[in-house]
C-alpha cells in the first residue's frame, strides 16, 4: 500500500482496528433494517482500518445485525488482501465467542475506564471513530444513498487518509495513482457526464 509506506510503514498492516456505523438510506431501495440501538433505519457500514486510519475493508449490511455477527463475515473477508494482520481492537459490541472464533485475527476489546464520566478519547477506539468523521465530511457518505450491497462497497472503495483530508474525489485518487477502479466498476459516459457504473 502506497501511502503505508510513505508513511514509513510496511506495506501490510498487522494490526487492524474494527467498528460499524449505521446510517440512514433513501428511497433509492435495497436491503435495509432497523438499529435499535442508534435508532436509525437503513444500513450499517462495517469497517476494518489499520492503526494510521487507512481504511483496510469495508463492508454494508442490514442495520439490524448486531455487530458481533457483522465482524465474522468482515474478518474472513480482509484475510486474502491483508494476510499480515493478526490482531484487532473492537469495542465491548465484538465480545463473546463468535467473534473470537470468527478468523484467525485475535480481537482484543478495548474498554472505557471504570471511572470515566462524560467524553474520553479512549486508546485504539479512536482510529476508527476518526475513519467515519473523515468519511462523512463527504456528501456521498452522509446517506447511503445506494440501492444495492454491491454499489455501496464500490463506492466505499478505500481511500487513503491523505484523500480525506484533502477533499479528494474517487477520480482524484484515480488520477494521482492511490486508488485502483474495482474490477466491476467502468467509467462511462451518461448525458454529458463521466461517471460509475457497473458492467
Known amino acids: 500500500m502506497l501511502d503505508r509506506e510513505r508513511a514509513g510503514c510496511e506495506a501490510s498492516p498487522t494490526a487492524a482496528m474494527i467498528d460499524s456505523q449505521s446510517v440512514k438510506t433513501t428511497e ?50 480482509s484475510r486474502p488482501s491483508w494476510p499480515f494482520v493478526a490482531l484487532g481492537y473492537a469495542d465491548g459490541g465484538y465480545t463473546g465467542s463468535r467473534v473470537a472464533k470468527a478468523s484467525p485475527i485475535r480481537i482484543e476489546v478495548v474498554r472505557k475506564a471504570d471511572s470515566q464520566v462524560g467524553f474520553a478519547v479512549i486508546a485504539r477506539r479512536w482510529v476508527v471513530e476518526r475513519f467515519f468523521a473523515w468519511i462523512n465530511r463527504n456528501r ?17 472503495t478505500p481511500l487513503p487518509p491523505s484523500s480525506y483530508c484533502e477533499g479528494w474525489t474517487v477520480d482524484q485518487s484515480i488520477r494521482n495513482g492511490l486508488l485502483e477502479i474495482p474490477k466491476n466498476l467502468v467509467l462511462i459516459r451518461k448525458s454529458q457526464k463521466l461517471v460509475y457504473d457497473f458492467i
Open 28 to 77: 433509492s431501495g435495497g436491503i435495509r433494517g432497523y438499529d435499535a440501538g442508534k435508532k436509525i433505519k437503513g444500513r450499517k457500514r462495517h469497517a476494518m482500518v489499520d492503526t494510521d486510519g487507512r481504511a483496510l475493508k469495508l463492508q454494508a449490511h442490514a442495520a439490524n445485525i448486531q455487530d458481533r455477527d457483522g465482524a465474522g463475515p468482515l474478518l474472513l473477508a
Open 140 to 156: 456521498r457518505f452522509a446517506k447511503d444513498f445506494e440501492a444495492t450491497i454491491e454499489s455501496v462497497e464500490a463506492f466505499s
